[in-house]
Protein backbone atom coordinates (compact mmCIF):
# COMPACT_ATOMS: atom_id res chain seq x y z
CA UNK A 1 0.00 0.00 0.00
CA UNK A 2 1.22 3.65 -0.32
CA UNK A 3 0.15 6.82 1.51
CA UNK A 4 -1.22 9.25 -0.76
CA UNK A 5 -0.95 13.27 0.53
CA UNK A 6 -1.67 15.85 -1.19
CA UNK A 7 -0.87 19.42 0.29
CA UNK A 8 -1.70 23.12 -1.33
CA UNK A 9 -0.93 26.29 0.16
CA UNK A 10 -3.42 26.30 2.35
CA UNK A 11 -3.18 23.37 3.67
CA UNK A 12 -4.10 19.14 3.44
CA UNK A 13 -6.47 18.18 0.82
CA UNK A 14 -6.05 14.64 0.92
CA UNK A 15 -4.49 11.77 3.07
CA UNK A 16 -5.34 8.83 2.01
CA UNK A 17 -3.98 5.00 1.48
CA UNK A 18 -4.04 3.47 -2.20
CA UNK A 19 -2.87 0.56 -4.17
CA UNK A 20 -2.21 3.02 -7.46
CA UNK A 21 -1.60 6.93 -8.57
CA UNK A 22 -1.83 8.07 -12.14
CA UNK A 23 -0.41 12.23 -11.49
CA UNK A 24 -0.03 14.73 -14.74
CA UNK A 25 3.67 14.58 -15.51
CA UNK A 26 4.50 17.68 -17.62
CA UNK A 27 5.50 15.15 -20.80
CA UNK A 28 2.21 13.24 -20.23
CA UNK A 29 1.01 10.67 -17.89
CA UNK A 30 2.70 8.41 -15.39
CA UNK A 31 1.22 5.72 -12.58
CA UNK A 32 3.04 4.97 -9.37
CA UNK A 33 2.67 1.34 -8.18
CA UNK A 34 3.58 -0.33 -4.32
CA UNK A 35 7.09 -1.03 -4.55
CA UNK A 36 7.95 2.13 -6.32
CA UNK A 37 11.51 3.82 -6.46
CA UNK A 38 12.30 7.04 -4.94
CA UNK A 39 11.33 9.32 -7.40
CA UNK A 40 10.82 13.48 -7.60
CA UNK A 41 8.79 14.70 -11.15
CA UNK A 42 7.58 18.13 -11.84
CA UNK A 43 3.54 17.58 -12.64
CA UNK A 44 1.77 19.42 -14.89
CA UNK A 45 -2.09 20.39 -14.09
CA UNK A 46 -5.04 17.77 -14.82
CA UNK A 47 -6.50 14.76 -13.19
CA UNK A 48 -4.63 13.26 -10.31
CA UNK A 49 -6.51 9.53 -9.95
CA UNK A 50 -5.84 6.70 -7.25
CA UNK A 51 -6.99 3.41 -6.71
CA UNK A 52 -7.54 2.17 -3.13
CA UNK A 53 -8.27 -1.19 -1.98
CA UNK A 54 -11.66 -0.64 -2.33
CA UNK A 55 -12.33 2.45 -4.25
CA UNK A 56 -10.74 5.43 -6.06
CA UNK A 57 -11.07 8.93 -6.58
CA UNK A 58 -10.35 11.64 -9.00
CA UNK A 59 -9.27 15.47 -7.86
CA UNK A 60 -7.56 18.30 -10.70
CA UNK A 61 -4.37 19.80 -9.89
CA UNK A 62 -3.01 22.85 -11.07
CA UNK A 63 0.34 21.92 -11.29
CA UNK A 64 3.23 21.16 -8.85
CA UNK A 65 5.86 18.38 -7.97
CA UNK A 66 5.46 14.99 -6.88
CA UNK A 67 7.35 13.14 -4.59
CA UNK A 68 7.67 8.81 -3.53
CA UNK A 69 10.11 8.27 -1.18
CA UNK A 70 11.24 4.62 -0.07
CA UNK A 71 8.51 3.95 2.70
CA UNK A 72 5.62 4.36 -0.01
CA UNK A 73 5.14 7.52 0.39
CA UNK A 74 3.63 10.00 -2.51
CA UNK A 75 3.47 13.91 -1.58
CA UNK A 76 2.17 15.94 -4.02
CA UNK A 77 2.36 19.85 -3.76
CA UNK A 78 0.17 21.86 -5.53
CA UNK A 79 -0.80 25.09 -6.31
CA UNK A 80 -4.57 24.34 -6.30
CA UNK A 81 -7.16 21.02 -6.07
CA UNK A 82 -10.17 21.01 -6.62
CA UNK A 83 -12.64 18.04 -6.11
CA UNK A 84 -15.27 16.44 -8.99
CA UNK A 85 -17.88 16.83 -6.60
CA UNK A 86 -17.60 20.62 -5.76
CA UNK A 87 -15.97 22.55 -8.87
CA UNK A 88 -15.58 25.91 -9.00
CA UNK A 89 -15.66 27.01 -12.03
CA UNK A 90 -16.23 30.55 -12.06
CA UNK A 91 -12.87 30.16 -10.47
CA UNK A 92 -11.54 28.67 -13.41
CA UNK A 93 -13.34 30.66 -15.71
CA UNK A 94 -11.20 33.34 -14.27
CA UNK A 95 -7.88 31.17 -14.22
CA UNK A 96 -8.55 31.32 -18.02
CA UNK A 97 -9.40 34.58 -18.44
CA UNK A 98 -6.63 35.78 -17.02
CA UNK A 99 -4.27 33.41 -18.85
CA UNK A 100 -5.61 34.38 -22.01
CA UNK A 101 -5.57 38.04 -21.51
CA UNK A 102 -1.72 37.63 -20.28
CA UNK A 103 -0.78 35.49 -23.68
CA UNK A 104 -1.97 38.40 -25.90
CA UNK A 105 0.15 40.88 -23.60
CA UNK A 106 3.68 40.29 -25.16
CA UNK A 107 6.54 38.13 -24.76
CA UNK A 108 7.35 35.85 -21.91
CA UNK A 109 10.49 33.75 -20.48
CA UNK A 110 9.88 30.00 -20.67
CA UNK A 111 9.15 29.07 -16.95
CA UNK A 112 6.07 32.11 -17.99
CA UNK A 113 4.99 30.31 -20.83
CA UNK A 114 4.60 26.99 -19.09
CA UNK A 115 3.11 28.40 -15.96
CA UNK A 116 0.25 29.97 -18.13
CA UNK A 117 -0.25 27.19 -20.45
CA UNK A 118 -0.61 25.08 -17.46
CA UNK A 119 -2.91 27.84 -16.00
CA UNK A 120 -5.25 27.00 -18.91
CA UNK A 121 -4.78 23.16 -18.87
CA UNK A 122 -6.17 23.44 -15.24
CA UNK A 123 -9.05 25.79 -16.18
CA UNK A 124 -10.44 23.81 -19.24
CA UNK A 125 -10.16 20.55 -17.34
CA UNK A 126 -12.25 22.06 -14.61
CA UNK A 127 -14.56 23.66 -17.14
CA UNK A 128 -14.92 21.06 -19.45
CA UNK A 129 -16.35 18.31 -16.34
Request: hydrophobic share 40%; charged share 25%.
Amino acid sequence: MLTLEVITPTGQALSVEVTSVTAPGVKGQFQILDQHRPLLSILGSGSLRYQGAKEGGELLIRGGVAEVNAEGKVLILTDEVQKLDSLDRERAQKIKAEAEAAFSGGYFDDAELDRLHQDLIFAEAVLSR
